[in-house]
């Protein structure tokens, strides 16, 4: 059975951290591009990054760059976002979705109409 679990979510102030984990099932990290997603209340969903299945090589939001970083440990089927230096408007529900790949391309999209496989998402919120 194909899953994608989100975990990692929670409060945190301005200028916190907090790492996002996606565990996947059902099929491998290798075969599957990885994107995180978040929507905030009355705004459009947002690719924030992607992972390539094929090498690893990420694709960020410009929104995000030098902030956060994703990541995979292919041991443990497991895809993650470090956010750093977390900001007000970083506040949102947060989801991991995959999609396969059958292509050996080091690009990624984050368009969230490629991915199939979603999440049921992990709030995120940044406040004092």
């Known amino acids: 059975q194909l899953q994608v679990v989100e975990s990692g979510g929670g409060l945190v102030q301005p200028g916190g951290s907090l790492r996002l984990s996606c565990a996947v099932s059902g099929f491998t990290l290798s075969h599957n591009d990885i994107g995180w997603f978040r929507q905030a209340p009355g705004k459009e969903r947002e690719g924030v990054s992607c992972?390539?299945?094929?090498?690893?090589?990420?694709n960020d939001a410009n929104s995000v760059k030098g902030r956060f970083r994703i990541f995979r440990d292919l041991a443990k089927n497991t895809v993650y976002l470090q956010m750093n230096n977390l900001k007000p408007e970083d506040t949102a529900v947060y989801y991991c979705?995959?999609?396969?790949?059958?292509?050996?391309?080091?690009?990624?999209?984050?368009?969230?109409?490629?991915?199939?496989?979603w999440g049921q998402g992990t709030q995120v919120t940044v406040s004092s």
């Open positions: 992972i390539s299945g094929h090498d690893g090589t990420p």
């Open positions: 979705a995959a999609t396969p790949v059958f292509e050996a391309s080091y690009y990624c999209d984050r368009e969230s109409d490629r991915y199939i496989y």
